[in-house]
């Protein structure tokens, strides 16, 4: 009897192949064979779930932010100012799994400047983010408009700590990270 695939499941492994090549090597280093050879299979097994590197490659943005996503998830018996400091918090590069996620998200940045598809993707994923923070805001009781700038004001200040953090992580620890975000929390 045939052993059953989960194609999906296998998708993603293929995509966690992909990301760790990427932050070894760029998304340039990030061939067919190298993923394969990252996941233990050959290009011919890849081949059969992605047609192409750029299949690949998009799908392995989509994952990345997928699980992005999910770390937002379940907030609702938090009060808003909580759910937006928790929200806020697991988006910094503070664990192995939030740092590949913030290497595979600047990889991506750059390549998606001559990419239109990869372009339209961290486009959306952005608004969304930007989206869900301003609800948090807004959640505290503030106009839609001053929501708006708020959740831009702590989505730069995220990403700012967040680029110290992988530039000089012996100096930009969690505790240094979540301190420098409560700051600029309390600076609303």
């Known amino acids: 009897m045939p052993k059953v695939v989960d ?8 995509a966690d192949a992909a990301a760790r090549v990427i932050a070894r090597s760029g998304i340039d280093g990030a061939s067919l064979r190298e993923v394969a050879a990252e996941a233990g299979w050959t290009t011919g097994a890849l081949v059969h779930y992605f047609a192409n590197k750029q299949e690949l490659l998009a799908f392995t943005l989509q994952t990345s932010l997928d699980r992005r996503r999910s770390r937002l998830a379940d907030r609702a018996s938090l009060t ?7 929200t806020l918090r ?17 990889a991506f940045a750059a390549q998606a400047s001559a990419d239109a598809d990869l372009a339209v993707i961290q486009r959306e994923a952005y608004l969304d983010f930007r989206d869900t923070v301003s609800a948090l805001v807004a959640g505290e009781h503030s106009p839609r408009d001053a929501a708006e700038q708020e959740a831009e004001r702590l989505i ?5 700590i967040a680029l110290q953090a992988l530039f000089a992580p012996d100096l930009w620890t969690e ?4 301190a420098a975000l409560d700051s600029g929390m309390r600076a609303r």
């Not at 808003?80 to 928790?86: I, V, Y």
């Not at 697991?90 to 600047?106: G, N």
């Not at 505790?175 to 979540?178: A, I, K, N």
């Open 7 to 14: 194609v999906d499941q296998r998708r993603v492994e293929l």
């Open 80 to 86: 808003p100012a909580e759910a937006l400091s928790a």
């Open 90 to 106: 697991s988006a910094l590069p503070t664990t192995a799994e939030t740092t590949l996620h913030w290497i595979v998200t600047l």
């Open 156 to 160: 730069a200040l995220i990403d700012g």
């Open 175 to 178: 505790q240094r990270q979540l």
